[in-house]
Structure formats: C-alpha cells, structure tokens
C-alpha cells in the first residue's frame, strides 16, 4: 500500500508562486498514475492536474491551464506541481493520490484521470493560502 507525503504549501500573495512535492514511499510508485487534488471549505475535491505513469499523459483541469504544471520524478518516487499566478481562489488544502490500476486509452484517461474516486490512495494534505 502506498503512503505519500505532501509538502510545499504555504502562503502567498496573488500572482506568486509555490511548488508542492509528494514523495511516495512504495517501491513500485513507476506503476502508479498520480494526480493532485484540492478542497476548500466546504466545497467537494477538485482534481487539480494528473500524470499517468511514464509522464506521457497529462490532464489539467480547465481553472489551472497554463498556470500549473504537474511533473514527476521516477527515480526519486516524487510527484510535483508547480503553481504559478497563483489566485485567491486557489486556496484550499491540496493532495496527492495514486491510482493502482491502468486507466486505459488516451480517451479514457482525458475523462476519468481527474475524478477523485478513481484514485486508491491518498496523502495527508498541504494547506495552500493565497492572499489577494
């Protein structure tokens, strides 16, 4: 079972930057796709950005395009999101997941990758604040 571990966030001001990590401690991480989900108060998670396996299929929510960027780090079983332009509604505690299984084809993964039921395992959270 996958246990990953959030850091990064923090408080900024409108229009700066942070980059959040996820450092996952099961060896077999390779095989897992990842994503990054958010959730302010009383709002439901949001998936934020997803990064299938080997890197080669990304999908960003529509509210974070251009703004974020979501890589990883194989060799060092390590998740990242760079969040640039940062806005007040950017706000909320941000988490990693894992996903055990394939998603399937290009067309699949475009649907389901930002879906928070369709990831197994998840991190704590980091809080992220954005002042405007």
């Known amino acids: 079972q996958a246990q990953l571990l959030e850091s990064g966030g923090g408080a900024v001001q409108s229009g700066g930057s942070l980059r959040l990590s996820c450092v996952a401690s099961?060896?077999?991480?390779?095989?897992?796709?990842m994503g990054w989900f958010r959730q302010a108060p009383g709002k439901q998670h949001e998936g934020v950005a997803a990064i299938e396996r080997d890197g080669t299929a990304i999908v960003y929510a529509d509210s974070v395009k251009d703004r974020f960027t979501i890589s990883r780090d194989n060799t060092k079983r390590t998740l990242y999101l760079q969040m640039n332009s940062l806005k007040s509604e950017d706000t909320a505690t941000y988490y990693c997941?894992?996903?055990?299984?394939?998603?399937?084809?290009?067309?699949?993964?475009?649907?389901?990758?930002?879906?928070?039921?369709?990831?197994?395992?998840w991190g704590q959270g980091t809080q992220v604040t954005v002042s405007s």
């Open positions: 099961e060896y077999t991480y390779n095989s897992y796709s």
């Open positions: 997941a894992a996903r055990s299984g394939v998603f399937g084809p290009p067309s699949y993964y475009n649907k389901y990758a930002l879906l928070p039921g369709k990831y197994d395992y």
